[in-house]
């Protein structure tokens, strides 16, 4: 099993910064891809980060420039700088482990989630 914990959430004002964290503990494989989802109220679930193992990164085209994606590997624990931030990127935040394993299954466990609010 892997754990994964969520924090750094809050309210912010428009324009403004949040860093969220990750961090995964547990039983871990080496090869995965970390990812960060959002949530808005009454909307789906939308990707908007992803780092892998060997750090390639990608965004969602409406936070590319303005959010940051990184990962300590010695914490086991990965990172999105929000910047310029905007009343539509309001949500709850979830972190998402998706471990491939050599018997080549793919594995996801999820966070609990953290909120973000940004006011105008």
């Known amino acids: 099993q892997v754990q994964v914990v969520e924090s750094g959430g809050g309210l912010v004002q428009a324009g403004g910064s949040l860093r969220l964290s990750c961090a995964a503990s547990g039983r871990t494989i080496s090869n995965n891809v970390i990812g960060w989802y959002r949530q808005a109220p009454g909307k789906q679930r939308d990707l908007v980060a992803t780092?892998?193992?060997?750090?390639?990164?990608s965004y969602a085209d409406s936070v590319q420039g303005r959010f940051t994606i990184s990962r300590d590997a010695a914490k086991n624990t990965v990172y999105l700088q929000m910047s310029s931030l905007k009343t539509e990127d309001k949500a709850v935040y979830y972190c998402n482990a998706r471990i491939f394993t050599p018997w080549r299954t793919t594995e996801d466990y999820w966070g609990q989630g953290t909120q973000g609010t940004v006011s105008s």
């Open positions: 780092i892998t193992s060997d750090g390639r990164i």
